[in-house]
């Protein structure tokens, strides 16, 4: 039977084609199903008859392929398809694996840091003074937070406070409003990690763990600190120690002209500008300073300087002639005729000495002290104006707003002496003779 299929020729290949004609595609499907055989068509004639077994083992894959199996036989094409798909999918894999793996290597100095600025695990212990000087909403705290070194990485930072939604709030009606931080100065600790910061700068700010205190005119940095001390701001000591501090002369351009510091009692007195402050409680005592310093930067106005200027004093020496307005004025209306008074004498070779009680007094305010310390005498000759010529070393207190006024404008008068009586009446003289029996009144 083989023999016949294979050597009929022309009857071979006229039976194949009339199999195949006969029937459909379904059919032959089937056929082929029932029979476990695949029969191949060629159009062109089968005239060898050699090597008829090797026919049979080019069928033979096929044969087994299809026999006794419920599949359809798999195409060579598809076959070699999805070979390549499972060589693609198997290649990405290591990719991403690789891109992992070096991705990590990569950022994890940044991840730790990142970490850090949640958890504060690995950080000091500093406390920071921050200052927004605007109401801020949470991304643009953090970039403050990110200024002042509080944080290292905002851009991770402002992710989190997104997702943890530290940026808004829901109100009664469920609808999401973005979270107002306040202006205000706050003080913040790095071991709190970015969500204790946001909260505390969102719920502790000026409006709360804050006291105001008030200074009047005439107090001298001595009288401040105590103040200071007794409402809880910062310790008085605290605050002597960085007073002199030579950070606050670079930032600040109005003490250029306070000169021989080593030579004065205290380096600030009269630049504490008398107001009253807001100060958190246990605020850092160099922003305490800087609260005084800045208030009188924005008080002494550029007409100030300009006044300054036209009488041919400095700065320093308008607030030591206010400094001394304030003890010697018994009210406001007296301050612009004793600073005449005062003018008077320094611009004249026959009055050395400007002769104020207030100027002596105040040494003799700490005289046990400085007694004990050796700096008494030294210190009287540079402020006491009956052994000192012309002004003392530099203000003998804090003026306030009247007697700076006064000082860069007083009275055009010929007087160069004045008393008061216990009531504070003023008594002027232009000559020692009237002055003499002014001092009558005074009993």
Request: net charge negative; glycine share 4%; hydrophobic share 35%.
């Amino acid at each position: 039977m083989s023999d016949k299929r294979i050597n009929g020729g022309d009857a071979y290949d006229e039976l194949l084609s009339s199999f195949y004609s006969s029937k459909n595609d379904n059919e032959i499907k089937d056929e082929v199903k029932n029979r476990g055989e695949v029969y191949f068509s060629s159009n062109t004639g089968h005239k060898k008859t050699a090597q008829p077994q090797r026919r049979q083992q080019t069928q033979r894959p096929v044969r087994e392929a299809a026999s006794n199996s419920p599949k359809k036989a798999v195409p060579q094409k598809r076959r070699m398809k999805k070979k390549n798909n499972n060589m693609q999918n198997s290649i990405l894999a290591v990719i991403v694996v690789v891109v992992v793996f070096i991705s990590a290597f990569l950022i994890r100095i940044p991840l730790m840091g990142c970490i850090n600025d949640i958890l504060a695990i690995d950080v000091s212990d500093t406390d920071f003074r921050v200052v927004l000087d605007k109401d801020m909403d949470a991304f643009e705290v953090i970039d403050e937070l990110a200024e002042k070194k509080l944080i290292n990485n905002p851009m991770f930072c402002k992710l989190f406070a997104k997702i943890m939604s530290l940026d808004t709030k829901t109100d009664r009606e469920g609808n999401k409003k973005t979270i107002v931080f306040p202006a205000g100065t706050y003080f913040l600790n790095s071991s709190m990690g970015v969500e204790g910061m946001l909260n505390e700068i969102r719920t502790n700010g000026m409006e709360s763990n804050t006291v105001k205190v008030t200074f009047p005119e005439g107090f001298n940095i001595e009288q401040i600190f105590e103040k200071l001390d007794e409402s809880g701001v910062c310790s008085a000591q605290s605050l002597h120690k960085v007073m002199d501090s030579d950070e606050f002369f670079s930032k600040f351009t109005f003490l250029s002209s306070v000169t021989e510091k080593s030579l004065r009692y205290r380096v600030l007195e009269g630049y504490l500008y008398p107001d009253t402050y807001e100060f958190y409680i246990g605020e850092a005592p160099t922003s305490v300073i800087e609260r005084f310093l800045n208030n009188f930067e924005a008080k002494w106005s550029d007409a100030y300087s300009t006044k300054a200027t036209e009488l041919g004093y400095t700065v320093d020496e308008i607030l030591t002639v206010a400094s001394i307005l304030e003890k010697e004025a018994f009210d406001a209306e007296q301050m612009p005729i004793i600073a005449s008074v005062i003018y008077n004498r320094l611009e004249s070779s026959s009055f050395p000495f400007i002769n104020c009680d207030s100027t002596a007094q105040y040494i003799d305010n700490f005289k046990e002290s400085l007694e004990a310390s050796g700096q008494y005498v030294d210190l009287m000759k540079v402020y006491d104006t009956y052994q000192k010529t012309g002004l003392p070393i530099g203000p003998i207190c804090c003026p306030g707003a009247d007697a700076i006024h006064a000082a860069l404008h007083p009275e055009s008068t010929d007087y160069y002496y004045f008393c008061h009586d216990k009531e504070g009446k003023i008594y002027l003289a232009s000559t020692d003779a009237e002055h003499q029996n002014n001092l009558q009144y005074l009993e």
